[in-house]
């Protein structure tokens, strides 16, 4: 089994393992490096200073050196490959730009996001490079390409001899990731948070895909029903979508409730769509 790893999770969940955030309460006018007190929580911090004007809370870290990073990177890619078992893990990173910024009008692609990266991000892209192998994608996303590389060796319907032994030469893969966004890809996935493995097949993939539609993505500044059409309560409208087996009829019920919104729709439709060949960025049926 060949694992497909989004890298950037690794980089986040290392790097944020590697340092403890504190709040350190600072002398208005001196030098924040003679700090008096620090705590784990702002709470405290905030009822240390509570009624005294002449004090306030600065956010800090405490940082563990880079080779702990490198640690907690290494454990967890062994981990994965133990779990899966897998004959080869392909590791994948995102650029610093992608095509979805270009599509994005209605709002900025994850414009919303906070710009802070944990102290050791990107020493820990190039441990993973120089480690692990790992790819810097270009142009697309990681999410992009674990969604062609699982297409790519997708398992294959026909039931033929040659299909078969197709199907032995090419191992088939399996998503790592924790990232909800990537189980509108129909195969095995991994979640190496939770330590859970499971199946999608195409209805669920699809379902996935056009819910996600009508809820948007917060996480990334994608609009959905509220936004475009101001209805907050979606419970029915997903309820839907989960009674439906064709993907026709959920793309035409999708459309059915955009009505009048058809050029908002089809941008977030291209903004939510994982791609699943090279160079087609357009969602096809």
Not at 190 to 219: H, M, P
Request: charge should be negative; glycine fraction near 6%; aromatic fraction near 12%.
């Amino acid at each position: 089994m060949i694992g497909l790893v989004d890298g950037d999770l690794i980089r986040y969940k290392a790097g944020w393992a590697s340092q403890q955030q504190l709040w350190r309460i600072c002398i208005k006018g001196e030098s924040e490096d003679d700090w008096l007190a620090s705590f784990t929580y702002a709470k405290e911090a905030d009822e240390w200073i509570r009624g005294q004007e002449d004090l306030y809370k600065v956010k800090s870290y405490n940082i563990k050196p880079l080779s702990y990073a490198k640690i907690v990177v290494d454990s967890i890619v062994k981990s994965i490959g133990s779990t899966i078992k897998a004959k080869e893990l392909r590791i994948y990173l995102s650029p610093s730009t992608n095509f979805r910024n270009d599509i994005a009008t209605i709002l900025p692609y994850k414009g919303n996001r906070s710009q802070e990266k944990p102290h050791w991000h990107e020493e820990i892209k190039q441990h993973l490079i120089d480690r692990w192998g790992a790819v810097v994608v270009e142009g697309i996303e990681t999410d992009d390409m674990l969604g062609i590389e699982q297409y790519r060796y997708r398992f294959p319907y026909a039931t033929s001899s040659d299909a078969l032994m197709e199907y032995e030469r090419r191992p088939p893969t399996i998503i790592c990731s924790y990232d909800k966004d990537l189980d509108m890809i129909e195969g095995w996935h991994y979640n190496f948070d939770t330590n859970k493995k499971y199946f999608i097949n195409s209805v669920e993939a699809w379902r996935n895909y056009y819910k996600q539609c009508l809820k948007g993505d917060s996480s990334d500044n994608i609009p959905g029903m509220y936004a475009i059409l101001r209805i907050k309560c979606l419970s029915k409208y997903l309820d839907a979508i989960d009674s439906m087996y064709s993907m026709y009829e959920m793309d035409n019920y999708v459309k059915s409730v955009y009505t009048g919104h058809e050029k908002e729709l089809e941008e977030i439709k291209k903004l939510l769509w994982i791609l699943r060949t090279d160079g087609n960025k357009n969602p096809t049926l």
